[in-house]
Every structure is written in C-alpha cells, then in structure tokens.
C-alpha cells in the first residue's frame, strides 16, 4: 500500500512480463523467402506452349532483334561507302549469321533460350578502321565499302581466337568460379541500364512515334489484361506485337499523308517508313556466302580493336546468360557452360569473319528481357525463331518489308526490355545479406563505377569513333577505348576485384557462397544437368575438352 499527500491509498497495477519485440515482419507485414525460380513463369526452359503460340512468339522474337541489326547496319555502312543495296546485304548477313549463332548456342553452348544478336561493342573498332580507309583515293565509294568489308573481316577472323581460346581452355570459368551474387547483382544490372542510350533517348528522334508505342505497350500488356480478363493471355503474350502492328501502321499514314515532307533529314530517317530504301534495294533471293566481300585483309594496327570487342562481348554475353537463366527458370549457368558458349561464341565469331558480317555477335538483351514481358522463357520458342531468320535473310523483299519499321519504334520496346534485364539484375542480391555494410559498399561501387566510366569514354569520343584515350599506338588506344566503353565489362573488374579482396575470407556467409558454390559445379546440383545437358546424347561424341 502507497500513501499519497491527500491520504488515498492505491493498491499498484499487477506486473506483466514485458513482450519480446516483434521481429520487423511480424511487425510490418510478412517477409519473402529467397526463391531460386521465379514463380511466375508459365512457362520454363523445358516446358513449351502450343506450337501455334511457339510460331507467334517465335516470330515476336524476331521482330525483337531486328532492331539492333537495322541500327548497327544503317550507321556503319553508309560511313563506309555503301550504297542501299550494300546495307540490305549487310542486314541480310547479319540476320544470317544470328540464326547460325542462336541454333549452335541453344543446342551445343549455353543451351540456355538466348538470342545471338550482333553486338555493338564492335562499334568503336569497326569506326577505327572506317577512318582508316576515309583519306584514301579509291576508284568508286562501293569499291571501298568491300576493302573496309574486307578489312573487318580479317579482324573478325584474328580476334575470334581470343573467345575460342578463353573459353575451351576453361579460363573464363576459372575466373567465373570467383563471381558471386555480389558481383552477379552489377553486372546484370548494368547489361540492362548500360543501353540506355538505345532507349528513351533513341526514342526522342519521333516522339510522335516512340511515345505513343511506349504508352500503349505499358497500358495494354499491364492493365488491359486485368480489365479484359478474357484476354488475358493474349494480350500478356502478344501485346508487343499488336502494338508494333499499330504504330507502325500509324508510322506509315503520316508517311503518306506527307507529314514528313517538309522536316530535317534526321526527322525523316527516323519517322518515315520508306526513308531506308531497303525494300527497293533488297535482293529477292540471295544466300549469303562465304567472303562474299572479297579476300580478307588481315592489320595488326585493327586486329587488336578488334580483340577488345572481343572480350567485351564475353563480359557481355556472360550478364545476359545469368539473366536468361533467372527469366527461364533454369539453374545460374556452371562454369563449364559459360566456358563452352564463350568458345562457341568465338567460332560464332569466326563465321561471322568468314561470311562478312561487319561486326561480331553477343547474347541479345532485349531478347532476354522479352522472356520476361511474356513469362515464357521456352527454349523451343527460340529456337523456331531462327527459322524466321533464315527466311527472311534470304528472302531479302520480305525481310526488307519488317527492317522497314522506324526505329524510335523499337526504341519504346527497348526501354521497357532493357529495364526488365536490369531489375532481374537486383533479384539475385536476395541470396546475399542484404544488411551487410561491406556488401552495400562492393555492390554500390561496382554498380556506380559500371556506369559511369563507359559513360565518360562514350561522351568524349568524337562522331568518328575516337576515344578519350589517345597515344601514338591506335591499336592501343581502340583496345582500351573499347574495353572501357562496355558497362558489363567495368562491373566485372571492379566487382570481381572487390568481393575477392576487401575482407573476402571473413564474409563467405554474407557474399552468398553457401548458396553460390554448388551451381559452379557441374554436378553441384542436380538440376544442373536437367537443364543444360547437350541433347542427343551429343556429350559421348564431342572431346571433353570442349565440354
């Protein structure tokens, strides 16, 4: 009993045992377990939707990486000196050469569902060699369009080895084995956001075009499927191309009504659908053929360029295969299947030379990035996809007809493919601990650093092709200038090099290596083999070195 000043007595309040705090989530909401697949998919890497759905999305792939082949083609080749027939041909020999690739990587490389795309990291070498030739006295424009041809192709075929050989010897995997989550997280991120300039600012050159394409692709793929329930699955699968469909349409009522006649040269490039003359100039039926352009012309001064790009392409390649993983359902690739693509890639690469493409090839973003706008990540959808590359390389008028399609219009598809890659980047810091301080720090600087170098270098190098670094070696500098250009490549070194030396041995638990570890292994974990053994029994006849 308690006395107080004015006499009362209160009998005290009973004690409780005081309640343990809530954890965060009981507190706020529930939490989600890590997830090794993504739920969501409707269909895996193994699993395939009818094959009237497989023909149409095989087809949307299609459509997808044309894009990149149009816009690499249209800038290179009229600084080369070729006329619109020489850019069809070229488009045709890319498109060509992506089938090749896209078959022997889904059936003997990665075997993961990735479009093999050229690739602009070839760019700056390709330039380099471009203003080579520019001072010198040819008989005719189209005469030293084919020695610039010929000259690219001789590279090509020299810088080919590197990946060949940095991947059947197994050194890409040796060094692959020392990623983990927290280098996968910027790498992949940057795969993604590294190509913006392919976005919204490609887009601005017609926003009467890219806009309302990019709108109506957000409105229609995301929320009029829940308003049309019974359109659902259309609209989640198909909506990319009823909206290309659409806009292109729109593209070419503007073009005849003459909205664009009386408008600047770049306004008419990007807008108008008859403004590449592609379907006037393009062969009905022609084959690609081997050095097609004339015999190679082999430089050391290029060759190096060239073996930058080359690398950078591995850098590349690599993000985009983990994303095509996580968007397919399949296991993080092994060490020895990011090892035997890279090599693939490398003969890929040699092809390409042999052939007379004018830049190499590389894991094709925006195709990745369309297995998750439609949740499908079949591997059989795009393997059918390169049935639609070989006819339409060949048959040039038909294929003409869709490389016709503006490009701001692919540009609206690219904003939202690209940021889907970059976010599927994010997802795998789940396997890490996300509180840990030291892995903030790597992740942030390796993140940061991915995009702002390759910037730096991208914005100080001249119209043509010119980089910030300069010394009196060329071959020197294309060779950094490209390397250093490539987000995914930057992101490599500066992750790898921070997550294995900044306190590496005492945060093995906080990097996400008791998860990691198994999936670098061949037989690490048993959905290893489901999803990335070569099919009909190919292993028992190929040399285990190229395993």
Not at 40 to 59: D, G, H, K, R, V
Not at 341 to 370: D, H, K, Y
């Amino acid at each position: 009993m308690v006395e107080t000043g004015h006499n009362h007595h209160h009998t005290p309040a009973p004690q409780t045992a005081a309640r343990p705090p809530l954890p965060l989530g009981g507190a706020r909401g529930p939490t989600w377990t890590p997830a090794e697949q993504l739920h969501q998919l409707q269909y895996c890497i193994q699993s395939n939707p009818s094959w009237l759905e497989t023909f149409i999305l095989a087809f949307q792939h299609y459509i997808v990486m044309l894009g990149s082949i149009v816009l690499i083609a249209s800038t290179l080749v009229p600084r080369m000196g070729g006329d619109h027939g020489d850019k069809a041909r070229v488009i045709q020999t890319l498109l060509f050469m992506s089938a090749i690739n896209t078959l022997l990587q889904t059936f003997i490389g990665s075997r993961l569902p990735t479009v093999m795309n050229a690739s602009f990291a070839f760019m700056l070498p390709v330039s380099s060699i471009i203003n080579d030739y520019s001072d010198r006295n040819f008989k005719s424009e189209h005469e030293r369009f084919e020695v610039t041809m010929r000259t690219i192709q001789g590279s090509l075929i020299v810088a080919s080895f590197i990946n060949i050989f940095i991947g059947y010897s197994r050194a890409w995997g040796s060094c692959t084995k020392r990623f983990s989550p927290i280098v996968i997280v910027p790498v992949v991120c940057v795969v993604g956001l590294g190509l913006f300039a392919r976005g919204f600012p490609l887009l601005a050159n017609c926003v009467e075009l890219g806009l309302p394409m990019l709108i109506l692709l957000v409105i229609s793929q995301q929320y009029l499927r829940r308003v049309l329930p019974s359109a659902h699955a259309i609209l989640e699968r198909f909506a990319l191309l009823l909206c290309v469909g659409l806009v292109w349409s729109f593209a070419a009522i503007l073009t005849e009504a003459g909205a664009y006649n009386n408008v600047g040269e770049q306004t008419k490039r990007s807008c108008r659908t008859d403004h590449s003359y592609l379907i006037t100039s393009a062969p009905w039926i022609r084959i690609p053929y081997p050095f097609q352009w004339g015999a190679p012309i082999f430089r050391a001064s290029h060759v190096f360029g060239m073996m930058g790009a080359a690398i950078v392409t591995t850098a590349e390649t690599t993000g985009t295969l983990f994303a095509a993983a996580r968007l397919s359902g399949a296991t993080p690739p092994p060490a020895h299947v990011l090892s035997s693509s890279i090599g693939l890639q490398g003969i890929g690469m040699l092809l390409e030379g042999i052939f007379g493409s004018c830049v190499g090839n590389t894991a094709s973003v925006e195709n990745v990035g369309l297995l998750g706008l439609t949740h499908i990540g079949s591997r059989r959808v795009v393997q059918i996809s390169t049935a639609f590359m070989f006819f339409f390389s060949i048959f040039g008028k038909f294929g003409a007809f869709f490389a016709s399609i503006p490009l701001p219009i692919f540009a609206a598809i690219y904003c939202v493919l690209f940021g889907i890659v970059a976010a599927v980047g994010i997802t795998f810091m789940q396997f890490a601990n996300n509180n840990s301080l030291r892995n903030i720090y790597v992740l942030g600087l390796s993140l940061f650093l991915g995009i702002s170098i390759p910037q730096y270098f991208i914005t100080t190098t001249t119209a043509d092709g010119v980089g910030p670094v300069r010394t009196d070696g060329i071959w020197f500098d294309d060779w950094l200038n490209t390397i250093f250009s490539s987000s995914p490549t930057v992101a490599i070194i500066v992750g790898t090099l921070l997550d294995n030396t900044l306190d590496a041995k005492h945060a093995v638990d906080d990097r996400g290596l008791a998860w990691w570890k198994p999936f670098q292994k061949r037989n690490g974990d048993a959905r290893n083999e489901e999803f990335y053994s070569l099919p009909l029994r190919i292993r028992e006849y190929m040399p285990t070195r190229f395993l």
